[in-house]
């Protein structure tokens, strides 16, 4: 089947600082890939979808200027969070399209101090 | 896109079947039905998806009735590995029929296993 890898897994930074998740389509090309984040014990929340070659689509309450979406191949897309703060801390999880399937990947755990 | 409403939690025991239902009364005609599991910090795993009837697969089978206006879950002889969160899905394929457009997740059932 179709595999989604994201990278890292983990991440554990200081306020303020960036952090940048990969999101790779290993075995396929993606068009259009999603970002999800999960706060423990809730629903996947989808912040935005995330499309080759122009600009993301974010959902109402995602702010655009701190979750910066870049899908600049195929297989490739990455979600940075600017300036990143406690409340941020949350799983962030991509997905992409292939078929009539989602594939999702493992996930990455984003703690902020 | 169609809101799902689905049983917050169930309990179940080792080797009986258990069967998850949703509500997505404002269904569209073109949207599928998916089924996605998920064990904690780890993202959805794919189940089972369709649109009308049944479908079954290796791990589950998918009821849907005639007016689409519901689905049930059946999972065979459930074990302690089927502990996990299940979700109930509708989406419209894209227009090339490559994929989905976003898919919005509702609460979800929590499903404990027990010995």
């Known amino acids: 089947g179709a595999v989604v890898s994201q990278h890292p897994s983990r991440v554990i930074c200081k306020s303020g600082t960036s952090v940048k998740i990969e999101c790779r389509s290993l075995d396929f090309q993606a068009t259009t890939m999603f970002w999800y984040r999960q706060f423990p014990k809730q629903s996947l929340m989808l912040m935005a979808t995330?499309?080759?070659?122009?600009?993301?689509?974010?959902e109402q309450g995602v702010e655009k200027d701190k979750f910066l979406i870049n899908h600049a191949s195929l297989t490739l897309s990455t979600l940075t969070v600017t300036s990143a703060h406690p409340e941020d801390s949350s799983f962030y999880i991509c997905?992409?399209?292939?078929?009539?399937?989602?594939?999702f990947g493992p996930g990455t755990r984003l703690t902020v101090l | 896109l169609a809101k799902t409403t689905q049983p917050i939690s169930m309990d179940s025991y080792e080797g009986q079947e258990v069967n998850i239902t949703c509500s997505h009364n404002n269904i569209a005609t073109n949207d599928y039905i998916t089924w996605y599991q998920q064990f904690p910090s780890q993202g959805p795993r794919f189940i089972i998806q369709g649109y009308k009837t049944k479908v079954t697969n290796e791990v589950a089978s998918l009821f849907i009735p005639a007016d689409r206006k519901s689905s049930t879950l059946s999972l065979p002889r459930v074990s302690l590995s089927d502990t996990a969160v299940y979700y109930c899905l509708v989406g419209l394929r894209n227009a090339m029929n490559t994929g989905f457009q976003k898919l919005v997740f509702g609460t979800g059932t929590r499903l404990l296993v027990s010995p």
């Open positions: 995330s499309n080759e070659g122009s600009k993301a689509t974010y």
């Open positions: 997905s992409a399209s292939l078929y009539n399937e989602q594939f």
